[in-house]
């Protein structure tokens, strides 16, 4: 069942236009691009379902994705950008048919220099650091999804990730260097963007400009190690996470937290915690062993398993099991287990995790993701529990909330709901001057008139607020 809204003539037209270009009307194929990872929220089982393309494009370089994005603009055809399509909330569904233009085609590294990299946006984040590394350099964070991830999509619709814990979020100021964006106009035009302006752009879900090429920072590419390491209680593995973050001569790129019964639920790692134990997952560089070594004796706790990056005996890298990996492996327990993207607050940060671990041992065990953000060291992560109801999520956001915590919707496929990306005036202006004819992620940016799907998916959450405001 298609929602397009789009002219049958229209859509015929858009075909002849795209000639040799890549494209599809077969069914099967538009339910798959029209989908992302979206299936992990209960709540967006129901709310996405039936949202589905009325075409899939897929350019095979930014020549043809001029092409494309010219004849959408001139046949007035709703579009969605697709990259890796890992996204969790939604924000990579098309709302109101139209075409999918999968961007995957649109890659390469475009110019490495001294502390940056630039790359067409369909490349997969992993073949960036691929082919960076061979000079001694790396991405200073990356998701946990890199090896399927394009950066474009990151950088739209992903927000952290390994290296968080060291240099803070995509958002943070000098994490991103430039974005170029394709306006979409009968004659799209290339804009760049650079300093503080990049985030009227990062994490908007491809609302106000298709990301064509970024710029971003690079950092030296150390012997990294995986560690696995177990905690007899929770306090002392939270009192090893927030130590280790705070220790800024410590090389580390991820600690990761996960209480007690957690570790069981990862039959890959479970061998290496002894039961009843709690675990972080960490990567540290080799030179920082010593002092991680220190650290882990100093909190009572003792390292399972170490290995080189990508030399564990469980066949992927250990970051496939943190970030929005975990919860992956979570539901392969039980596909009812949900948490909530809560951010801890920074100045109290410790007492602050203790006090919800002591209140929300009834509603379940407690996954963390240390992240630097704004300068300050938090956390995000909520209580692992079980769907039951919209409304039970709702009572979960606002216990948060009152315990302290700031709280982003990932159960919403709209900025609005979500919280996560302030839409001010400054990005509202931007779309109009990329995007004249409103056809990109329709249903997704806080300018919709009619929002029936953020009002269905609104939880009670305030969001996230951030220091740095995108300047107006
Ligand atoms: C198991 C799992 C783990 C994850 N871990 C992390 C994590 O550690 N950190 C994190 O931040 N996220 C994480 N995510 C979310 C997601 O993987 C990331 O956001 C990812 O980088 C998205 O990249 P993608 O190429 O798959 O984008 P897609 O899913 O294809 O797109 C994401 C959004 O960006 C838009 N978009 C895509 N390309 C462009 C473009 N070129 N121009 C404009 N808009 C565009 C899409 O329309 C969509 O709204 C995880 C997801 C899963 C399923």
Request: net charge negative; with cysteine; charged share 20%.
């Amino acid at each position: 069942m298609s929602v397009t809204t789009v002219d049958p003539g229209s859509l015929a037209r858009l075909a002849e236009d795209l000639g040799d270009i890549t494209h599809s009307s077969e069914p099967r194929l538009l339910r798959a691009k029209s989908r992302d990872r979206f299936a992990q929220s209960p709540i967006l089982r129901e709310v996405l379902r039936g949202k589905i393309a009325d075409i899939y494009i897929a350019p095979g370089s930014k020549a043809e994705l001029r092409t494309v994005v010219a004849a959408c603009a001139r046949h007035r055809i709703p579009i969605t950008v697709r990259g890796g399509g890992t996204a969790q909330f939604g924000q990579g569904v098309p709302l109101s048919g139209g075409a999918v233009v999968d961007v995957t085609g649109v890659t390469g590294i475009v110019a490495q220099r001294l502390g940056t990299v630039r790359a067409l946006c369909g490349t997969l984040v992993a073949d960036i650091d691929a082919a960076i590394r061979p000079t001694g350099w790396e991405l200073r964070m990356h998701p946990s999804t890199t090896r399927q991830a394009t950066i474009g999509g990151y950088l739209a619709g992903g927000h952290a990730g390994i290296g968080s814990c060291h240099w803070g979020i995509l958002r943070d100021r000098g994490n991103i260097t430039a974005i170029e964006v394709m306006t979409v106009e009968e004659e799209p035009r290339l804009v760049e963007l650079v300093g503080a302006d990049v985030n009227t752009v990062h994490h908007a879900y491809g609302a106000n400009g298709i990301i064509t090429e970024v710029e971003l920072p690079t950092a030296p590419a150390w012997t990294w190690q995986e560690l696995v390491i177990s905690f007899p209680d929770f306090a002392s593995a939270a009192r090893f996470s927030v130590e280790i973050c705070r220790s800024e001569g410590v090389l580390k790129k991820l600690v990761s937290l996960h209480a007690d019964p957690l570790p069981t639920y990862f039959p890959d790692l479970a061998g290496f915690v002894p039961p009843g134990h709690a675990m972080v997952l960490a990567m540290a560089a080799e030179q920082s062993m010593p002092d991680v070594e220190d650290l882990v004796r100093e909190c009572g706790g003792s390292i399972g398993y170490r290995c080189d990056e990508g030399a564990g005996v469980y066949d992927c890298p250990l970051y496939e099991f943190t970030w929005g990996h975990s919860m992956m492996h979570y539901q392969r327990l039980d596909r009812a287990f949900i948490g909530l993207l809560a951010m801890f607050p920074a100045d109290t940060l410790l007492e602050s995790i203790m006090a919800v671990h002591t209140e929300f041992a009834a509603v379940g065990p407690m996954h963390l993701e240390m992240k630097r953000f704004e300068g300050g060291l938090s956390a995000q992560g909520s209580p692992v529990f079980v769907f039951e109801s919209q409304e039970q999520v709702a009572e979960m956001t606002t216990r948060l909330q009152e315990a302290g915590l700031s709280i982003a919707n990932t159960h919403t496929p709209t900025l609005r709901a979500s919280g996560m990306k302030p839409w001010a005036e400054v990005e509202s202006r931007f779309k109009r001057m990329t995007d004249p004819h409103g056809l990109l992620a329709q249903g997704k940016s806080d300018d919709e008139k009619e929002d029936d799907i953020s009002a269905s998916t609104a939880l009670p959450n305030s969001g996230w607020s951030y220091r740095t405001a995108t300047p107006s």
